[in-house]
């Protein structure tokens, strides 16, 4: 289940990456400048990170300047899913900042790197990084989301649901926290709570992949995976290339004893989704069986 709620978070990332406004490219960088920002807002990731790229050829500009493109450059690979070229991005511009401030927490930049970081895997990083911008911006609901999504998956599930309350005080209408909240509920065997945050971020989001995994998930944790099963069927329908989705629905199957066919489905959604732990985990313990 857990990684499901990460696309809702990568889109949070994505929309709050980069200044938005005309004012954001300087003219004297020609005309790839100024036509990248519509590009981003039109979602056509490869052309804008290749309208950055030609912008930053350009040697005038100066360090704000070269930050922010950078910074743009960076959301445009995280658009692509180009996780390990957006870190490399984000390290380099984290250095900029750095050697021009003396300060290399800016909490833009290490929330949104927390973000390639967690995608990438490296859970404790991208924890790190997200607990520095925090600290910085203690109001930021997608920090807390990052946060909460890598106490999931490195076990610390009472840690993630404090993370998750903290993104709902912000946010209370926010499907993705609640989805995130359900599956540390049910991770610590709160199952009742489970199913309530999952109910809940169905009502917001009926028609949302992650909102109804979690009420997938959260029925499975209960060990009720017959009446799960609909709603895994409807989530993965949704989104076929889902890991967390196709996990879910591998739980359900085995839980039902179809062992032959969660197997299969536990090796495709370790395909769609190597970095998770709990996925990693249960591919390995299934294929032994």
């Not at 003219?27 to 400048?33: F, L, M, S």
């Amino acid at each position: 289940m857990l990684r499901a709620l990460l696309v809702l978070a990568l889109a949070a990332g994505l929309a709050a990456c980069a200044p938005s406004g005309p004012e954001a490219a300087p003219e004297a960088a020609g005309g790839a400048c100024a036509d990248a920002p519509g590009l981003m807002a039109d979602s056509r990731f490869a052309d804008a990170q290749a309208a950055y790229e030609a912008c930053l050829a350009f040697s005038d500009h100066d360090w704000e300047e070269e930050a922010e493109l950078r910074l743009r450059l960076a959301a445009s690979l995280m658009g692509q899913e180009h996780f390990a070229d957006a870190l490399s991005v984000y390290d380099a511009l984290l250095e900029l900042i750095e050697r021009e401030t003396g300060d290399g927490a800016h909490p833009a930049v290490r929330r949104n790197r927390a973000m390639a970081l967690l995608r990438l895997g490296r859970h404790e990083d991208a924890l790190d990084d997200a607990r520095t911008a925090l600290m910085r911006s203690p109001r930021d609901v997608t920090a807390h989301m990052i946060a909460g999504s890598a106490q999931l998956e490195t076990g610390d599930a009472a840690g993630a649901a404090g993370s998750f309350d903290a993104a709902l005080a912000l946010n209370p209408d926010s499907a993705a926290a609640l989805s995130g909240r359900s599956a540390a509920f049910a991770a610590l065997g709160r199952h009742d709570a489970a199913l309530d945050d999952a109910l809940e971020a169905v009502s917001f989001a009926p028609d949302g992949a992650g909102a109804l995994n979690a009420l997938c998930w959260a029925l499975v944790k209960a060990g009720r995976a017959q009446e799960a099963l609909p709603t895994c069927d409807a989530a993965l329908e949704m989104r076929p290339d889902s890991g967390a989705i196709t996990h879910s629905r591998a739980a359900a199957l085995e839980q039902l004893g179809r062992m032959d066919e969660a197997r299969d489905l536990y090796a495709r959604a370790h395909e769609l989704d190597p970095a998770s732990r709990e996925i990693a985990a249960d591919y390995a313990r299934t294929r032994r069986q």
